[in-house]
């Protein structure tokens, strides 16, 4: 199932405690296009799928990472991106695009996603997986 971006900005915006739809877009936007450089074949093509329109092209941008970032790089590339961050304010950011990204993916896309990013993402997608 695809969501409707209201639907989707709805959940990262509850989930970010963000006063505005602005906000909670400005974060999806620069986390999706982080993740999307991480990412990699049929799986950044079937989230991409499940996401709304403009949010799936931000996923599916051509740039990609020589390597993934490991977890706490992620959050720091993002409090990079994001005018006025921090690495607790990026933190919370990914937090609530990525737990809404896990829901739009489901189990089975998730687990696929993980496996090829480093260990600890699962934090980042609010998904712990038993070690």
């Known amino acids: ?17 963000y006063e505005t739809l602005e906000e909670a877009e400005r974060a999806a936007r ?8 991480h990412l990699v074949g049929e799986v950044r ?8 329109e403009g949010f799936a092209l931000m996923l599916l ?10 977890p706490e790089r992620f959050v720091a590339a ?6 006025g961050a921090t690495a607790q304010t990026a933190a919370w950011d990914v937090s609530a695009v990525l737990s809404t990204a896990a829901d739009a993916a489901g189990d089975d896309l998730l687990g696929q996603i993980l496996l090829q990013l ?6 980042l997608f609010g998904r712990p997986q038993p070690t």
């Open 1 to 17: 199932m695809v969501w409707r971006r209201e639907a989707f900005l709805g959940q990262v915006r509850e989930r970010g405690e």
């Open 30 to 37: 620069v986390v999706l296009a982080l993740l999307g450089a």
């Open 45 to 52: 093509a079937q989230l991409a799928a499940r996401l709304p």
């Open 61 to 70: 941008n051509p740039l990609q990472s020589a390597e993934p970032l490991p």
């Open 78 to 83: 993002t409090a990079a991106w994001i005018e």
């Open 118 to 123: 480093p260990a600890g993402y699962d934090l």
